[in-house]
T-cell receptor, first 115, second 114 residues
Framework: EAGVAQSPRYKIIEKRQSVAFWCNPISGHATLYWYQQILGQGPKLLIQFQNNGVVDDSQLPKDRFSAERLKGVDSTLKIQPAKLEDSAVYLC?????????????FGPGTRLTVL | GDSVTQMEGPVTLSEEAFLTINCTYTATGYPSLFWYVQYPGEGLQLLLKATKADDKGSNKGFEATYRKETTSFHLEKGSVQVSDSAVYFCALSPNGGSQGNLIFGKGTKLSVKP
C-alpha cells in the first residue's frame, strides 16, 4: 500500500514570496491533516479536512495561509506572502476517518526555509 | 487548552539499558493518547496508543499505560537497541471523537550507543 506522498521535499524561498505544497493521501482515506513542525517542537495542526470539507482550521493563519482539497483527494497548502517565521517542516497526514482512535499516517514532509 | 508535556532530551543510553520517557497531559474529558516515533530520515509513525484509562498500549517491546489519576502516559522499554535511536513524540487526541486531530509534545530525542 502506497503511503502519503508529499512534494516538494525541500523548498527555499525569499520572504514575501509565495509557495505551495502538495499532498496525496492514502487511497480511501477520508480525513486529511496539515501540520506545521517548527524545529525543536512537535507538530501543530493547521487544518483538517473531512472529504473536501474543512473540519478545523482554527490555527491556520488565514491572512497568509490557504488550503484546499478539491474532489476530496489531493490537497494543496499555500503560503502567500511567506514570513521568516514560516520556516518549518509541513507535514501531511491522512486517516480512514476523523475518529480519535484511527491511526494517522504521515508523509515525509516538506522542509521550507524562508530567507 | 489541551496540552502535552514530555521530558526534555536528548536522552543517551547504552544498549540493553532501561528506557523511560515521561509524558503528562492536560485535557478536558477523556482524550486518546499516543506515542509516535520518527526515525532518522523517515516520517512520523504510530508506535502505540491507548484510548481509555488503564489501557496499556504496546508495540516492538515498548509499553505505555494510560493513567488518568496522574494524567500520565510514560513510555518504557526494558532493553533498548541501537535501532531504537529516534525522536519520540507523545500526543493526545481531544475528547469528542469526531475530530481526530493530534496535539503533540515537543519530542524527546533518544540515542542508543552500542
Amino acid at each position: 500500500e502506497a503511503g502519503v506522498a508529499q512534494s516538494p521535499r525541500y523548498k527555499i524561498i525569499e520572504k514575501r514570496q509565495s509557495v505551495a505544497f502538495w499532498c496525496n493521501p492514502i487511497s480511501g482515506h477520508a480525513t486529511l491533516y496539515w501540520y506545521q513542525q517548527i524545529l525543536g517542537q512537535g507538530p501543530k495542526l493547521l487544518i483538517q479536512f473531512q472529504n473536501n470539507g474543512v473540519v478545523d482550521d482554527s490555527q491556520l493563519p488565514k491572512d497568509r495561509f490557504s488550503a484546499e482539497r478539491l474532489k476530496g483527494v489531493d490537497s494543496t497548502l499555500k503560503i502567500q506572502p511567506a514570513k521568516l517565521e514560516d520556516s518549518a517542516v509541513y507535514l501531511c497526514a491522512s486517516s480512514i476517518s476523523g475518529r480519535t482512535y484511527n491511526e494517522q499516517f504521515f508523509g515525509p514532509g516538506t522542509r521550507l526555509t524562508v530567507l | 487548552g489541551d496540552s502535552v508535556t514530555q521530558m526534555e532530551g536528548p536522552v543517551t543510553l547504552s544498549e540493553e539499558a532501561f528506557l523511560t520517557i515521561n509524558c503528562t497531559y492536560t485535557a478536558t474529558g477523556y482524550p486518546s493518547l499516543f506515542w509516535y516515533v520518527q526515525y532518522p530520515g523517515e516520517g512520523l509513525q504510530l508506535l502505540l496508543k491507548a484510548t481509555k484509562a488503564d489501557d496499556k498500549g504496546s508495540n516492538k517491546g515498548f509499553e505505555a499505560t494510560y493513567r488518568k489519576e496522574t494524567t500520565s502516559f510514560h513510555l518504557e522499554k526494558g532493553s533498548v537497541q541501537v535501532s531504537d535511536s529516534a525522536v519520540y513524540f507523545c500526543a493526545l487526541s481531544p475528547n469528542g471523537g469526531s475530530q481526530g486531530n493530534l496535539i503533540f509534545g515537543k519530542g524527546t530525542k533518544l540515542s542508543v550507543k552500542p
